[in-house]
T-cell receptor, first 111, second 113 residues
Framework: SQQGEEDPQALSIQEGENATMNCSYK?????LQWYRQNSGRGLVHLIL?????REKHSGRLRVTLDTSKKSSSLLITASRAADTASYFC???????????FGAGTILRVKS | DTEVTQTPKHLVMGMTNKKSLKCEQH?????MYWYKQKAKKPPELMFV???????INESVPSRFSPECPNSSLLNLHLHALQPEDSALYLC????????????FGEGSWLTVV
């Protein structure tokens, strides 16, 4: 299987705090993408990071990629109640055409 | 405009029915995908179309039949489904392949009774 684990499985924080979610994968990748999913809704694309990149930013989001450890992290700074959702990382294999999802992290931001 | 539109949003069907899920994108994307998502689980890939040709079938049962009539449309034909097929079905598209950003629709909730 291409995809590894995400941790934590669930995270509960106060509004204004930072949230960090981690993702691991098993095989060499072309890219890794992070998504947000509100309950019962579709997936919203957050960031794509390529295998030759180490860090990307988008607004309050920061994604890092460590290909030597086959891991990535998503940091949400100054969290808001509206950030409450499930967050998934998904990887594309080096030679493949498949986006494979990790188990996801459920984030709850309390106001 | 990064929009993938799926219809219907909700579908209830009997095990002997034939129905279809539809997906449309007008971003000029040449790769389209079907994913299935059960409650509290991550999406699982079902099919990939590349330039209107089926390129990946993840050993999906034949009661699910995909169709790509043109570069903007993707259908999923459903026949003789089982209650365990009840799930959220997500359509997605990307510019050429999975090396590009993949955009998802809101999904179609399917209940098989």
């Amino acid at each position: 299987s291409q995809q590894g684990e995400e941790d934590p499985q669930a995270l509960s924080i106060q509004e204004g705090e930072n949230a960090t979610m981690n993702c691991s994968y098993k095989t060499s990748i072309n890219n890794l993408q992070w998504y947000r999913q509100n309950s019962g809704r579709g997936l919203v694309h957050l960031i794509l990071i390529r295998s030759n990149e180490r860090e990307k930013h988008s607004g309050r989001l920061r994604v890092t990629l460590d290909t030597s450890k086959k891991s990535s992290s998503l940091l949400i700074t100054a969290s808001r109640a509206a950030d409450t959702a499930s967050y998934f990382c998904a990887s594309v294999g080096e030679y493949g055409n498949k986006l494979v999802f990790g188990a996801g992290t459920i984030l709850r931001v309390k106001s | 405009d990064t929009e993938v539109t799926q219809t219907p949003k909700h579908l209830v069907m009997g095990m002997t029915n034939k129905k279809s899920l539809k997906c449309e994108q007008h971003m000029g994307h040449r790769a389209m995908y079907w994913y299935k998502q059960k409650a509290k689980k991550p999406p699982e890939l079902m099919f990939v179309y590349s330039y209107e040709k089926l390129s990946i079938n993840e050993s999906v049962p034949s009661r699910f039949s995909p169709e790509c009539p043109n570069s903007s449309l993707l259908n999923l034909h459903l026949h003789a489904l089982q209650p365990e097929d009840s799930a959220l079905y997500l359509c997605a598209s990307s510019q050429w392949n999975s090396g590009n950003t993949i955009y998802f629709g809101e999904g179609s909730w399917l209940t098989v009774v």
